[in-house]
């Protein structure tokens, strides 16, 4: 089903988006937003690892990306590939190089253009096009084993086209019931529910959080620190969100969770026989996650709270900067508490075994993100005729649209729409708001991996990614 866990993990600020504008392949979602799209999640694996694998499958161990840089002369198109990987037992390091092409290519063939004829000046000048370092990127990432229950992850980035270094460090430790995760960025990407990006000089968080098993109460509890004020990467509209505004922020969150089958086709041992005249053979589904026809409805209900100490300073002086109603509104409560929800339905034909029509799944999601900014809305429509132009992203639901459908074989199309129900907008209700197209094909041998293409046209981005016992 559509993962209800987003809705309490994106009031954090260490929820992994994946991105392909850092050579770590992820961006933190800025907690206190709309709940992002299912297909937005980050892999679990990390990144060098990702390139480690994929690179066994393409020429050259070459793994293309597409990103939208502000840069618009260094192009959207990049390759990525792993350099280096030397490990021992409990410790290992990667290398991984990034390289753009477009400057390059359009450099050479401006210089040969220019030219009258060929002379070897020409090619000299030509060739230190090659060493211009904003066609480079280079990434390290170490991860050392200190116990078998803790581990020590340590990431720097260069990009060429920009000045500094990116770190990030993360410290985890897994206890019998409890994860807890210490992460800490300088600077620290985030991306927003626009898909604008934003730098934060310094954001360390620790969080505790329950592990998933079969009890339907999650929770969570977390520490956050913001240092210096947040700088845009690509935003047009240049205010940085409240949340990634210094202060140190002290959050608790809860989820209780339920699904009830409204039937489903269980798998028998026939299911595991492909008969054919040459014989029996062994054939399980090519994702063990989507092995069952079945019709479920699940839903998750919640809430946080959250206490801000210091950085009210920097709350007022945006707002008198301009006293328009929309930054009043943008204004930081030193203590807040909300409820959200999420109700999602689900329906799957087929056993994800032949060939050919054999699996067709929708998911359909409707989110409240804050029932107490959706009071508030309502309580405007009754009270007013119109309704303030405020942006209060979080008190209109949304409605998550998940299709897949097999093409052939272990590849399957998906596509991820996410819909605005607000009427108050110019763009009466429903419409659009995010969209992400993607192609998958589904690795028999690991029972639930997969090698994901996806592309969002609102971000004009996208990556390939390989997902482990992910959804």
Known sequence: MA??????????????ISSPLTLEGTANSVPGQ????????????????????????FPLGLIPSYSNLPQKELGSFSIQSLLLKPSISNWWLGLVGQFRPKKLISNVKREFSNADELEVSMFRDTTKH???????????????????SSSLLWNTERHGERKGLRHKFM????????????????????????GEYWDVPESISLNMSSVASDSPLQYRFGLHKNSGHPQSVNAINGEAPVALMPGLCAKAAFSYEQSKDIWRIKETKEDFVLKTKRGKFWCPAYDVRLKE????????????????????????????QDGDTS????????????????VCCTFQHGKFRKLFNDMTRVDARLDISSVSGLGKKVLNIFKTSSVSNADNSLSSPRLNFIF??????????????????????????????????????????????KVVAWYSPKRKEGMIELLLFEF
Not at 130 to 148: E, H, M, N, R
């Open 404 to 449: 897949q459908q097999q093409v052939a074989g272990p590849i399957v199309f998906r596509v991820d729409s996410q819909f605005l129900l607000d009427s108050t907008l110019e763009k009466h209700a429903p419409h659009m708001e995010d969209l992400i197209y993607s192609l998958s094909y589904s690795l028999r041998l690991l029972r639930s991996g």
């Open 3 to 16: 993962n209800l866990r987003t809705a309490m993990d994106s009031a954090f600020w260490d929820q992994p």
């Open 130 to 148: 090659i060493f211009d370092k904003s066609l480079y990127s280079i990434g390290v990432c170490s991860q050392l084993a200190l116990t078998p």
């Open 171 to 194: 410290l985890y430790h897994k206890l019998p019931n409890h994860d807890i995760t210490l992460e800490a960025g300088w600077p620290q990407l985030f991306i927003d529910h626009k």
């Open 34 to 57: 709309p709940f992002p799209l299912d297909a937005t999640r980050a892999s679990r694996a990390l990144r060098i690892q990702q390139l480690s694998l994929l690179g066994l499958g």
């Open 327 to 342: 930054m009043t509104i943008k204004k930081r409560s030193p203590l807040n508490a909300d409820l959200f929800g999420s």
């Open 293 to 320: 026809p079945h019709a479920t409805v699940s839903a998750v209900i919640g809430g946080t709270c959250a206490a801000w100490l210091g950085g009210r300073e920097n709350s007022k002086a945006i707002e008198s």
